[in-house]
DNA sequence: ATAAAAAGTTGAACCAGATTAACTTTTTAC
DNA sequence: GTAAAAAGTTAATCTGGTTCAACTTTTTAT
């Protein structure tokens, strides 16, 4: 019997393709299981990015650091996303960003030479990750809207009412830089909704 | 022998895929080539995006409107860049944004069944699409981390540096909202440029 | 267990950028 | 060509969110 981390990625996959059985063995095969203690990287800035990181469980940062030395938050990955700088990994260049382990994770990494492999073997692999793109790029689109037109107070509430899984497990500071505002300010944010009711 | 317009489109594939003469004509076929008047709407809220947008010549701008009435630009596109509202193109949604014809243009169009079936007739179709994905996801995490990191100055200068040729030909207003600020600030900023050197 | 470090809170002073309003310049439509 | 509308400018005032600083709570390492 596959392990449960497999399985995982399995009903990931077949979510976006038909694959049969042999197919997603195949493609499952190319993926290497690793456990990733807190604190831990698995993206630093110099290095290029070597692998696309599919999160079993755990959860993940992804951040850049400014000159003045602030860090901004720029993605989280729980269970069942993605992470990586994908700057890095598809363009083959040194990461900008940092991500690292939030807490002690197990992740399904795919090399780029694999992924490159996977997409020439298979029309079906070709598609999942055109798929995975589309997604992306829908998801980033929506994100810029949201930064672009809502205030502060208004970003962190929806951030609450659509990943709340997320809100309540990450630390604030990452959060507040994540939601473009300081953590005193989110700090503040929060007591008022929590008097509120 | 062909019409420019498609030998611009041509150009802008060929650099992304090698396709034979025949493969590339056939590509070629299923895209519609349409003028468009300045001022007139190629996508608008509540009907969906059945195109996705090439530019031979003009320029567009894609903004949506907020509840007080605000718009807000979101992209713009060019010579030899893509234009729609991705979500409802590939979602088959109702879009949620505008695009309009900032100057008289000409666009090739890709109708979504004209899409899946380039996507299921060739490998190299497919991996075409794919790439302009995984570009367009790059593209979007960069303007992301941009917007959550930088004061306006920078956003403005830096928009000047990379995109000159768009920042002289789009009107004030839309740029300004496209970097996140008022027309006003925008309207100091160039000014306080402008004095400076 | 306990000391040290990291994260989070609170309040006062401040500022980048928004708002308002009156104006000038450019573009559009007939 | 010309009137009206749209776009852009300028200056005064205001505010959402930052900065700074002192503090409390939680987490980490030994």
Redesign the pocket.
């Known amino acids: 019997m596959v392990q449960p981390e497999f399985e995982f990625l399995s009903n990931h996959i077949l979510k976006r393709v038909q694959l049969t059985e042999e197919e997603l063995n195949f493609m499952l095969s190319k993926f290497k299981l690793t456990k990733i203690k807190?604190?831990q990287f698995i993206v630093q800035p110099g290095f290029t990015a070597k692998y696309r990181n599919y999160v079993c469980s755990g959860a993940f940062r992804a951040y850049v650091v400014i000159d003045n030395g602030e860090d901004h938050t720029i993605q989280f990955a729980i269970e069942d996303w993605w992470i990586t700088d994908y700057n890095s990994f598809f363009n083959d260049q040194p990461a900008t960003m940092f991500v690292v382990a939030l807490e002690d994770s197990v992740i399904l990494q795919l090399s780029r030479e694999n992924e490159d492999l996977l997409k020439q073997a298979n029309h079906k692999y070709e598609t999942f990750f055109r798929i995975s793109a589309e997604r992306a790029q829908a998801f980033h689109f929506r994100q810029l809207i949201t930064n672009l037109t809502q205030?502060?107070?208004f970003r962190y509430e929806n951030f609450l009412d659509k990943y709340s899984q997320i809100a309540n497990r990450v630390?604030?500071?990452?959060l507040?830089s994540y939601l473009?505002?300081?953590?005193?300010?989110?700090?503040?944010l929060?007591?008022k909704r929590t008097s509120k009711q």
């Open positions: 807190k604190r205030p502060a107070e630390p604030q500071y990452a507040a473009g505002m300081t953590t005193e300010y989110l700090s503040k929060r007591n």
